[in-house]
């Protein structure tokens, strides 16, 4: 089974996107399903149709559903959101809600995602889809299930042996209730859950990100950011779309300026995302909204393309650490050192390959280094980075 996730800056039309594409693979005799994880539901509102937490039929092969993250959590947790619960109930007096205390951020959306494992092990379609939420809710969700891990493994033996030993005599003198076991294997169940469902986001081989932008600067250097980002933790993203192209024939008089401006960010575009798919939409000149405005924008988008193929597994870099330099190691292969030149622009890694240029934003970790010196061997480059 395929997973496609679309993100992007809130706005840029990552729902219409990943409609289409749904449409267009049901329309080739693929078994699809795509879902929302976003709280901000708009995919019912992309197809026209009214969805809820469990799948519709949209069309042939074709299923829709609108998660509700409250219900997947409940499902995920109740037993310790219970506990809490009456923890927060009595000590407070009535004081506090305790529903509201326990809206922990983000955690109802991760929660949400534990659906896709749910559709990967039964395996329900041939491709799922998900439109999920912005690109920066969706990169700290992505997070999560590695920081519940170490939470789980440092936290929960100490307390199963604290509550063994001293649960009765803490529930008498403070009236706290001891918690169950089931309170803890469900804990732990969780975290075992989203674990599974980590690795399966990191298969390149399965699940692929892909990065829907608008060719303005803004929103291209935050696609680019996010990208870095996915890159340090190894997520896979082998595709990007650029929604909303003006067309030329829109860009005379008031509007000429902006010609040359989109040139400009198409071009970094392509330069930043050279080893992914690059998808492109002009400007529609009506609402992208409905099956068959969504199924017309598919076929401009794909032209008889496979959308379920897998266009780019390789990543773009890697970081390694040696006696206080940082090395940012770049599969190249098939040149010579003659061929490369290696330069810094602000936050940006620049290579000249060739006749191509590449151009990496460089991560956190990184974009405060300058290029020390840089070497080629075994089809790799090894860009040395270090502090003035």
């Known amino acids: 089974m395929r997973i496609l996730i679309y993100t992007g800056k809130g706005g840029v039309g990552k729902t219409s996107l990943a409609a289409a594409t749904a449409l267009h693979l049901a329309g080739m005799g693929k078994r699809v399903l795509i879902m929302s994880t976003d709280q901000a539901h708009s995919l019912g509102d992309a197809l026209d149709l009214t969805l809820g937490e469990e799948p519709r039929t949209v069309a042939e092969g074709l299923e829709a559903l609108e ?11 109740g037993n310790l959101r219970d506990y809490l619960r009456q923890i927060i109930s009595e000590k407070a007096n009535g004081g506090l809600d305790a529903d509201e205390v326990l809206m922990f951020p983000g955690l109802e959306e991760l929660f949400s995602l534990l659906r896709i494992l749910d559709i990967w092990e039964e395996a329900r379609c041939d491709v799922l889809i998900v439109d999920c939420a912005p690109t920066g809710e969706t990169l700290s969700l992505l997070r999560y299930p590695e920081r519940l891990s170490v939470l789980a493994d440092r936290m929960i033996p100490t307390l199963r042996s604290v509550t063994k030993a001293f649960g009765g005599l803490i529930t008498r003198k403070t009236t706290v209730p001891k918690p169950r076991d089931e309170v803890f294997t469900e804990f ?110 598919a076929q401009q988008l794909y032209d008889g393309e496979d959308p379920a193929r897998l266009f780019c597994t390789e990543p773009a870099f890697r970081m390694e650490d040696a006696q206080g330099t940082r090395k940012l190691i770049i599969p190249l292969p098939y040149m010579t050192p003659e061929d490369i030149r290696v330069s810094q622009e602000g936050g940006d890694l620049i290579l000249k390959v060739r006749n191509e240029t590449r151009r990496f934003h460089l991560p956190d970790r990184l974009n405060r280094r300058y290029v020390s010196g840089w070497s080629y061997e075994n089809d790799t480059l090894c860009v040395r980075m270090d502090y003035d």
């Open 188 to 297: 732990e169940r969780v975290v075992k859950r989203l674990s599974r469902l980590q690795e399966i986001l990191c298969d390149r081989e399965q699940t692929s990100l892909r990065l829907v932008m608008t060719p303005e600067r803004i929103v291209l250097d935050e696609s680019r950011r996010s990208y870095s980002w996915l890159q340090v933790f190894e997520f896979g993203v082998d595709a990007v779309y650029i929604n909303r192209i003006y067309p030329e024939e829109a860009m005379q008089g008031y509007f000429s300026g902006w010609l040359q401006m989109q040139e400009e960010n198409l071009r970094l575009a392509r330069e930043s995302f050279f080893h992914q798919r690059i998808f492109t939409l002009p400007l529609l000149d009506h609402e992208l909204r409905g099956q068959k405005a969504l199924t017309e924008a």
């Open 67 to 77: 998660l509700d993250p409250n219900a997947e959590s409940r499902k995920a947790w």
